[in-house]
């Protein structure tokens, strides 16, 4: 099991930027998948970056460029640096961590919500 804290969502203008945090309350070294959704109103959850087992990154089409997804197993946090931020990016972001056993389970974390606009 593992518990989930974001934190860094706000309120910004068209251009601007945040970052995301994501605490684990375990080591995130051997988890197989970690990274972030989001959820816009009326919308379904989508994947917008993450972390695979074997180092593979993969991130939506629509942020690429723009978004970058980081790690430090050290201190148990991901992050989600977002620039270059479009209205079209207001959602509440959730942090995930997918773990592999003899059952596959994700957990979430409560979200933050990221809000552009002019």
């Known amino acids: 099991q593992v518990q989930l804290v974001e934190s860094g969502g706000g309120s910004v203008q068209p251009g601007g930027s945040l970052r995301l945090s994501c605490a684990a309350s375990r080591s995130i070294f051997s988890i197989y998948a970690m990274g972030w959704y989001r959820q816009a109103p009326g919308k379904q959850r989508e994947s917008v970056a993450n972390?695979?087992?074997?180092?593979?990154?993969n991130y939506a089409d629509s942020v690429k460029g723009r978004f970058t997804i980081s790690r430090d197993n050290a201190k148990n946090m991901v992050y989600l640096q977002m620039n270059s931020l479009k209205p079209e990016d207001t959602a509440i972001y959730y942090c995930?961590?997918?773990?592999?056993?003899?059952?596959?389970?994700?957990?979430w974390g409560q979200g933050t919500q990221v809000t552009v606009s002019s």
């Open positions: 972390f695979m087992s074997g180092g593979i990154t």
């Open positions: 995930n961590a997918r773990i592999i056993g003899v059952v596959t389970q994700d957990y």
